[in-house]
């Protein structure tokens, strides 16, 4: 994984919709949350997918985006969103670039659970490598709100 303080690697990715984002473009704007998922619509994906979902209304109180990062392709990730009705992006990483570009193990086309926090200023601010997927998108919030009182 990559260590807590360094710059995020930029990227540009197309998200569910189609729509390409660009990291950078956050960079003074807002918080960055970069979860790497094996697969769509499996238990532990899903399970981990809605915690972010339901917990939407704060990452936006705190001016935190969210994206969830897996292999798997646009399609796959409309028909995840639509069935959970997602309302954050998942990016499309086929080529596994971001995977690449994060150090995130990738096994049998499966990337490993992890995720990046990166602040406003672009810098990678906290790194979960081992992810418990039922109270994870709170955890993460956790230390966004601690961060940001902080500050």
């Known amino acids: 994984m990559l260590p807590e303080g360094i710059p995020a690697p930029d990227f540009t990715a197309t998200t569910t919709d189609g729509t390409v984002v660009t ?36 990452y936006d109180a705190s001016d935190t985006a969210i994206f969830g990062i897996s292999l798997d392709d646009q399609t796959a990730h409309q028909a995840f969103t639509h069935k959970y009705n997602l309302n954050f992006p998942l990016l499309v990483d086929t080529d596994g670039a971001i995977c690449a ?44 709100l601690a961060t940001t009182t902080n500050e």
Request: glycine share 4%; with cysteine; net charge negative.
């Open 23 to 58: 990291l950078s473009s956050f960079h003074g704007l807002k918080n960055v949350v970069l979860f790497f998922y094996p697969e769509d619509d499996t238990p532990g994906c899903t399970r981990e997918a809605c915690g972010f979902r339901d917990a939407k209304p704060e």
């Open 101 to 144: 570009a994060y150090q995130v193990p990738i096994n049998n086309r499966w990337p490993k659970r992890v995720t990046y926090l990166i602040n406003k200023q672009g810098a990678i601010s906290k790194v979960w490598e081992q992810v418990h997927v039922a109270a994870h998108a709170v955890e993460v919030l956790e230390e966004i």
